[in-house]
C-alpha cells in the first residue's frame, strides 16, 4: 500500500468516528470540545460538569482517534480517582478548588518523570520499566494545584536526539500524525503534546524545548506553545539534552490556557540552580494579569526580513504576514522592518550548538540514567547497545541512531563553543533587542528557534493561518529572559484581534 492510500484510508477511519461521536457530556448541554479552561471552571461551578466527566470524555476521545493520531503513549491508570477527587475538593469547597488548574486533566510529554504507575521513557523502549525517583519538579507543582494527570504524549524518540527524522516518530507509538492534514509533519520532538490538544485528546498538555521542540509543534498543529526564559520552569525530572538550552513549558489551544499553565509551573526548585536565579522574572500577581486584549498598544515589534520572511513562489505566505503586520499596527502596535541580526548566518551555519548539545546530551543523559531507582540502561552506551540488540523494535535499519552515536564519541564539553554561542547571542538577537528597545522579534513558524534557544531567550507560537493544503502555520514573538509579561500581551492581543484557530480538519 502506497503512503498516500494509507493515509487516504486513515482519513476515511477518521471520519467515521468523527461523525459517530459527541461533543457534548452525556445529561450535559455543556460542549467539552475547545473549551479553555476558564470555560471548564464556569461549568463546574454551574454543576455542568465534573472532572469525572471531563477526563471520562478525554479517554473516549484517545480511545477512539489515538490508534490513527498516536498522540499519546499512554494514559494514567488512576486519572479517574483523581478526577473524584477534585470533584469532591470541589464540593467540600477547598482553598484553590475552583481556579487554576484544580480539576484539569493535563497530558505530559513523555520525557517527564512521574513517579506513579505510568512509564517515562522518552519514546524509546530501553527506558520501559525503568522507575522514577521522584516526580519532576513541574509535576510536583501541577499535583499541588490539584491538576489531574491525564497521561503521557508521544514524542520524537530522545527528543529528536537520536536521528534526524522523521519528526513525531518513536517505538512505542509509532508515526505521530498532524490532525490537520495527516500526511503532514507533526514537526517535533514535542509532537505528541501538539497532536493531542489540537485533537481535543486533552485540556492543556506540557511539553520541552531544546530548540524548536515546543515552537514547532505548535506552529504546524494550530496551538499555542510558550518556550518560557530558560529556568523559569524546572527541568529536574526531565530526561535532559542540554541544561543550558532544556526549557518546559505548555502547549495549548489558547494564549489563556496557556498562561493557566504557566503560572502553575514556574518557579524555584533546589533540583534546578538555574531556577534561583530565573525566579527573579516571575511578576507579583503571576502572568494571567498580562492577559489584555489592548496588549500590543505601543509595543516596539521588529521585522528581520532575511531570513525568516523568504518564502517560496505561490506561497500564500507573504500576503497572509503582510496582513498580520497591519493587524498588529492596528492594535497600536510600531514595527520596525528590515531589520537585521548581525551574525544570523553563522546562528543558521557554523554555530557550533550541534556539537555542543551532542557532548551535553552524553554527559547529562549519563547522570539522569544513573539516578534512576531501576532501569534497563544506565549510560547511553547501554542505550545504543539497546537498540542494536531490539532493532526490530526500535527500527534501527529504517532510522538508523547516528545523533546517539554521535554524542557517545564526544570526550567532553568545549568551552570555547560554548563562549562562541554566548558571544553570537549577545551580539546578535540580544544587541539587536537592545539597540531597537524591542518588546518582540515578529517571525513565521518556528525558523527563530536556534536563535533563541543557544540564548536561552523565551518565545511564544500563536496559530497565523493555513496553506493552501490546509496546513497550519504560525507567528512567533521572541523576547529578551524575563519578557514573559509583555510577549503574552503582545500574543493574546493578537490572537483576540484574529482569531484564526480552529478544530482539525483531518484532511489525508
Not at 541580526?341 to 546530551?361: K, R, Y
Not at 547522570?367 to 527500527?395: C, G, M, Q, W
Not at 564539553?413 to 524591542?438: D, Q, V, Y
Request: aromatic share 8%; charged share 20%; hydrophobic share 40%.
Amino acid at each position: 500500500m502506497s503512503i498516500h492510500s494509507h493515509v487516504s484510508t486513515l482519513f476515511l477511519l477518521l471520519l467515521v468516528l468523527l461523525l459517530s461521536g459527541t461533543n457534548a457530556v452525556k445529561g450535559h448541554a455543556f460542549p467539552i470540545k475547545e473549551a479553555t479552561v476558564h470555560d471548564f471552571h464556569m461549568a463546574f461551578k454551574q454543576n455542568k460538569l465534573t472532572s469525572r466527566q471531563l477526563v471520562e470524555f478525554y479517554l473516549g476521545e484517545i480511545g477512539k482517534l489515538n490508534p490513527i493520531l498516536r498522540g499519546v503513549i499512554e494514559v494514567n491508570p488512576d486519572a479517574l480517582l483523581q478526577a473524584d477527587k477534585a470533584d469532591y475538593e470541589r464540593s467540600a469547597k477547598l482553598a484553590g478548588s475552583l481556579m487554576g488548574l484544580h480539576g484539569i486533566p493535563v497530558l505530559l510529554k513523555d520525557n517527564i518523570a512521574t513517579k506513579d504507575k505510568m512509564n517515562t521513557t522518552a519514546g524509546s523502549f530501553a527506558l520501559l520499566k525503568s522507575m522514577v525517583p521522584r516526580d519532576a519538579g513541574v509535576v510536583r507543582r501541577l499535583r499541588k494545584a490539584g491538576a489531574i494527570i491525564l497521561g503521557k504524549a508521544s514524542m520524537s524518540e530522545w527528543a529528536g536526539f537520536r536521528f534526524g527524522f522523521p519528526w513525531g516518530w518513536c517505538a512505542r507509538t509509532g508515526q505521530g500524525r498532524n490532525p490537520y492534514v495527516l500526511s503532514a509533519t507533526p514537526c517535533g520532538s514535542s509532537s505528541g503534546s501538539a497532536i493531542s490538544v489540537a485533537a481535543n485528546l486533552a485540556a492543556v498538555t506540557l511539553g520541552t524545548e531544546t530548540d524548536g521542540s515546543i515552537l514547532c509543534p505548535s506552529h504546524v498543529n494550530s496551538v499555542v506553545g510558550i518556550k518560557p526564559t530558560l529556568g523559569l520552569t524546572s527541568r529536574a525530572g526531565v530526561v535532559p539534552i542540554s541544561p543550558r538550552q532544556d526549557s518546559v513549558g505548555p502547549i495549548c489551544r489558547t494564549v489563556s490556557d496557556a498562561v493557566e499553565v504557566l503560572d502553575v509551573i514556574v518557579g524555584f526548585d533546589h533540583r534546578d540552580e538555574a531556577t534561583r536565579t530565573t525566579s527573579k522574572y516571575i511578576p507579583r500577581g503571576g502572568y494571567k494579569q498580562f492577559l489584555k486584549a489592548n496588549g500590543l498598544k505601543g509595543k516596539m515589534l521588529g521585522i528581520v526580513r532575511n531570513p525568516f520572511f523568504i518564502f517560496e513562489n505561490g506561497s500564500v505566505l507573504p500576503q497572509v504576514f503582510e496582513h498580520h503586520f497591519h493587524t498588529l499596527r492596528q492594535g497600536g502596535a510600531i514595527l520596525l522592518d528590515n531589520l537585521e541580526i548581525a551574525n544570523i548566518d553563522v546562528i543558521f551555519g557554523p554555530s557550533g550548538e550541534e556539537a555542543a548539545l551532542e557532548a551535553e546530551f552524553k554527559i547529562f543523559l549519563n547522570a539522569y540514567l544513573k539516578e534512576l531507582v531501576a532501569s534497563p540502561v544506565r549510560t547511553l552506551s547501554d542505550v545504543i547497545a539497546f537498540n542494536n540488540k531490539f532493532s526490530h523494535l526500535e527500527k534501527i535499519k529504517e532510522y538508523g541512531q547516528d545523533t546517539l552515536l554521535g554524542a557517545e564519541a564526544t570526550t567532553g564539553i568545549n568551552k570555547r563553543t560554548l563562549l562562541k554561542l554566548a558571544s553570537l547571542s549577545k551580539n546578535g538577537f540580544e544587541k539587536l533587542m537592545k539597540e531597537h528597545k524591542l518588546d518582540a522579534l515578529v517571525t513565521p513558524g518556528s525558523d527563530i528557534s536556534p536563535v533563541l534557544a543557544i540564548g536561552g531567550f523565551p518565545g511564544i507560537s500563536v496559530p497565523a493561518g493555513y496553506d493552501n493544503k490546509g496546513i497550519p502555520f504560525g507567528i512567533c514573538f521572541g523576547g529578551l529572559k524575563g519578557s514573559e509579561p509583555k510577549l503574552i500581551e503582545i500574543a493574546y492581543s493578537f490572537e483576540q484581534a484574529t482569531k484564526i484557530r480552529k478544530p482539525p480538519s483531518f484532511k489525508p
